[in-house]
């Protein structure tokens, strides 16, 4: 009795607390999802009495950034203060999922119960029936007709039950084997659910009572969306389809039933202020024999980084500023509309959306756009003597892409995997559609045209290349060929570019290009070669 006096004691004393509180039921309207970061949108509505009032907002995920909460509204009464707080006495209302999980194990262990009660009626009837067998084998004076027949009954009677009890053996093995997976994963989901829940508190005064509607946002850190696209090309000479979506992970404890949905390529945590580059300053040190031993000593004036201990201070301010630097069905990409900002750029998906509490990512498409490709053949022989087939993509720099993993699909099927990087691209963006076996390209050393001599101290070593194409196919194609020469970065080896086969030649980077047109049937041969000179003791290893 004296326990039950002092925990209702505890109860009044936390109530009495917050007395003056009044509860809001608020629901998610929208939320706007940042790539690191998201921002919640909520409203509600309370009666206001005249004076002040504390609206407390509840039920809310555990993270939030406090610094970010905005509250406004429309009635008469005016905002005086807003502040945010953990509530350790509740929890976050179990998700869908995790209900449904706890209803299928509270099934499964009625079926268990009731399957386990079965077999042990069971056994007993089996047990039953083995002590009248021995009591009727005891028996003398027992017809041999009717001892047949109680025989024959005992028998089937017997296997019926075994039977009944292997069925029920399989079946209770099943639904443990079952319970045994939906309790680990409910463990899981359990783990990852919030042990408190946060609350925004707003304080508002009012002139005379009447009905107020509250908006209130904040940014919570366990949200983020990472973009991935598809490229379709259906067949050669036509445009190619780009397929964005938006891969939504969400696990803030609170489900976002029926919201709108923005998606936005800013980042709240990352520093909006503009670094300060200081000053540089050079010094320097001599080296100075201690013990048998090189020291750097080094000095350095310290009046000059105005505050700083050391000159390794300035430097971690600069990068800590820096670190924070027919018809087809349609789906979301079709009311999805792009609004192009002064930092950023939003998706906005005018359907309403659902996306659950999960450690799983939720995929959303946002965009849907055809671009004009130009196609062409690709050989680099030295590496890979099979073809590439090439399609050249514009206007994409126009579509404000963010980089992620690409999937490519050419005619139906699927090719490769790519990572698109928009920051990387010219006005062309070059996607690979797989090899092209009807293609044969063959590089080989002509051998009579290759070799070593010495004249004097200098060693020439001459080498000689051809390269044979040949199309299968019943069309003519354009087909780019890429090889090399050697770059010399000592002047005592000379490189000679002595015939290039009608290639393009760049000296900067050693690089040979053929742009060939080459027609149904037809074979094409280039040959190039070059020449290394160097002094006759020298060994160069890698001229292959």
């Known amino acids: 009795m004296r326990t039950l006096i002092v925990i209702a004691a505890v109860f009044i004393t936390i109530s009495s607390l917050w007395a003056d509180e009044q509860n809001i039921k608020s629901r998610i309207e929208s939320v706007t999802v940042f790539q690191n970061g998201a921002q919640i949108n909520r409203e509600g509505s309370a009666y ?36 945010h707080r953990m509530n350790y006495l509740e929890k976050i209302e179990a998700s869908k999922r995790i209900t449904q999980m706890q209803d299928s194990i509270k099934m499964l262990d009625k079926k268990i119960n009731y399957l386990t009660k079965d077999s042990k009626v069971i056994n007993e009837e ?16 027992v017809k041999a007709a009717d001892l047949e027949a109680m025989s024959n009954f005992f028998r089937k009677r ?18 443990r084997e079952l319970k045994s997976k939906l309790q680990a994963q409910l463990n899981v989901l359990n783990g990852q ?3 408190a829940t946060s609350e925004i508190v707003v ?24 973009p991935e696209y598809d490229i379709k090309a259906t067949e050669i000479n036509k445009p190619i389809e780009l397929h964005s979506r938006a891969m939504i992970y969400q696990n803030t404890g609170v489900d976002w039933s029926n919201v709108k949905l923005t998606l936005s390529t800013g980042n709240p945590n990352q520093s909006g202020v503009i670094p ?38 300035v430097m971690a301010d600069e990068v800590r500023v820096l670190a924070k630097e027919g018809a087809a069905a349609s789906n979301t990409s079709n009311y999805t509309q792009m609004v192009t900002m002064a930092t950023q750029v939003k998706y906005e998906i005018s359907i309403p959306y659902n996306i659950p509490s999960s450690p799983k990512r939720t995929q959303v498409k946002i965009q849907k756009h055809q671009l004009n490709a130009n196609y062409r053949h690709y050989c680099v022989p030295k590496l890979d003597q099979d073809v590439f087939l090439q399609a050249r993509i514009t206007g994409w720099d126009e579509l404000s892409l963010v980089p992620g993993e690409v999937n490519i699909f050419f005619e139906g099927t699927y090719v490769s995997k790519a990572y698109l990087n928009p920051l990387n691209f010219s006005d062309t963006l070059d996607i690979s559609l ?64 002595q015939e290039k086969g009608g290639a393009k030649y760049q000296p900067e980077r050693g690089t040979l290009t053929w742009e060939l047109k080459v027609s149904p049937r037809e074979n094409v041969e280039k040959e190039y070669s070059f020449q290394v000179k160097y002094p006759k003791d020298y060994q160069i290893t890698n001229l292959n």
């Open 276 to 313: 300060t580059l200081y000053t540089w300053y050079l010094n320097f040190y001599r080296m100075q024999q201690t013990s048998g031993r090189l020291q750097e000593v080094a000095s350095f004036d310290q009046s000059v980084y105005q505050g700083a201990a050391r000159p390794e201070a």
């Open 126 to 141: 089996i047990s039953l029936i083995k002590s009248n067998v021995s009591m009727t084998g005891s028996q003398t004076g």
């Open 48 to 83: 206001l009495k005249t004076g002040r009032t504390e609206l407390v907002f509840s039920g809310l995920a555990m993270a939030i950034n406090a610094q970010s909460i905005q509250v406004s509204g429309k009635g008469t009464f005016t905002i005086l203060g807003i502040f």
């Open 158 to 175: 017997l296997q019926e039950l075994f039977t009944n009890a292997l069925d029920i053996d399989y079946k209770l093995k099943d639904y």
């Open 434 to 497: 797989g090899r092209d076996k009807s293609i044969i390209v063959k590089r080989e050393t002509v051998k009579d045209k290759s070799g070593n001599n010495i004249v004097g101290g200098t060693r020439k070593a001459k080498k000689s290349y051809k390269i044979t194409i040949r199309n299968t196919k019943s069309t003519g194609i354009l087909l780019v060929i890429e090889d090399h020469i050697p770059i010399s970065r000592n002047k005592e080896i000379e490189v000679e570019l």
């Open 203 to 226: 304080e508002v005064i009012a002139d005379k009572a009447g009905e107020a509607q509250i908006s209130l946002s904040y940014i919570t850190p366990n949200a983020n969306w990472i």
């Open 193 to 195: 659910r919030q042990e």
